[in-house]
Nanobody, 116 residues
């Protein structure tokens, strides 16, 4: 059993910053990928950024240079620092833990709203 608890969403003006956190607990494997996805109303859930346990990261083109993903393996926690936020970043952000086939877990989601 794995639980993901997210925090850090909210309302911010365009150009502002937010930091999301996601703490994983339970059966955490040694090798895994943690990441953040977002889903805007009427759209599919999309990858924002992901990071392996050894620090290799991947970003969606739309957030490169503005968002930074990081993780603390000792705490099984992943972070997403979001700078220079734009109204189009508005979405529900979901934490994801991927430990292999049929072993993907999701957080409950946290709302990020960027006003223009």
């Amino acid at each position: 059993q794995v639980q993901l608890v997210e925090s850090g969403g909210g309302l911010v003006q365009a150009g502002g910053s937010l930091r999301l956190s996601c703490a994983a607990s339970g059966s955490i494997f040694l090798f895994n990928v943690m990441g953040w996805y977002h889903q805007a109303p009427g759209k599919q859930r999309e990858l924002v950024a992901s990071i392996t346990r050894d620090g290799r990261s991947v970003y969606a083109d739309a957030v490169k240079g503005r968002f930074t993903i990081s993780r603390d393996n000792a705490k099984n926690t992943v972070y997403l620092q979001m700078n220079s936020l734009k109204p189009e970043d508005t979405a529900v952000y979901y934490c994801n833990l991927d430990q292999g086939v049929s072993l993907r877990y999701w957080g409950q989601g946290t709302q990020v709203t960027v006003s223009s």
